[in-house]
């Protein structure tokens, strides 16, 4: 009889255990990829921005192994600035999204310096020959001040891409309305849920289609 138990016990610790290992695969499947598309050697796209971009799911959202997430949680466009060597140039990807400016914005960086900081990003990716692609900055929530702000830094960034020739992509026609960004895309003032990744998804899909890449 004990050793039936015991191996009853054994059994059910060892189906507890591959229990375990499946969820934290399935709950962590997007970062398991991303070590797997560092292995592989340089990604053909990059995800470049802060947590809004680190948070998305890109592997699994864009269907596709060879784009990496290089999203910097609770960064500034001035961290951008300072890491995009590192973190974008020396990976050598044929296209690289940014996004960025709403934690600029919270912590009362100058619209001037965030321009600045945008254009010496933007200016050292097209000099290496990778293409940059802008995601515009989405409003917050409910807050007039964010959303005015924003309105000041998608103005530039529309109208430098225009003159530069860079492609950019603009969220809030489909996120947000006339208080900013909307309860059914947000899981807090800030940040997308999972409705807001597939639309974004969805509109990256259609520029790496336009471009062949």
């Known amino acids: 009889m004990k050793v039936k138990t015991l191996l009853r016990i054994s059994v059910g610790f060892n189906i507890l255990l591959i229990g375990i290992f ?3 695969t399935f709950i962590y499947r997007d970062k398991i990829l ?3 598309v560092a292995m592989k050697g340089n990604p053909a796209i990059i995800m470049y921005g802060n947590s809004i971009t680190a948070q998305g799911k890109w592997v699994e959202l864009l269907g596709r192994t060879d784009v990496m997430n290089n999203g910097l949680p609770g960064q500034t466009t001035y961290h951008f600035r ?3 060597k590192t973190h974008v140039i020396n990976l050598h990807p044929k296209i690289c ?3 960025g400016g709403i934690n600029d914005i919270t912590v009362g960086v100058s619209s001037e310096r965030i321009q600045e900081n945008y254009k010496a990003i933007l200016e ?3 000099k290496n020959h990778i293409i940059p692609v802008v995601t515009l900055t989405t409003y917050e929530r409910n807050d007039p001040y964010s959303k005015k702000e924003v309105d000041k830094l998608n ?3 529309i109208g430098y891409c225009t003159e530069k020739d860079i492609t950019y992509i603009d969220l809030n026609p489909f ?4 208080t900013g960004l909307k309860a059914e895309f947000a899981v807090d003032k800030t940040h997308l849920n999972s409705n807001a990744y597939k639309i974004w998804a969805r509109e990256i899909r259609k520029v790496l289609d336009q471009k062949g890449i």
């Not at 996120?175 to 006339?178: F, G, M, N």
Request: proline share 0%.
């Open 34 to 36: 991303q070590r797997f």
């Open 97 to 99: 999204f940014i996004k």
């Open 155 to 157: 103005g530039f960034l």
């Open 124 to 126: 050292a990716i097209q």
């Open 175 to 178: 996120i947000s309305d006339s």
């Open 22 to 24: 499946i969820t934290l």
């Open 82 to 84: 300072q890491l995009i």
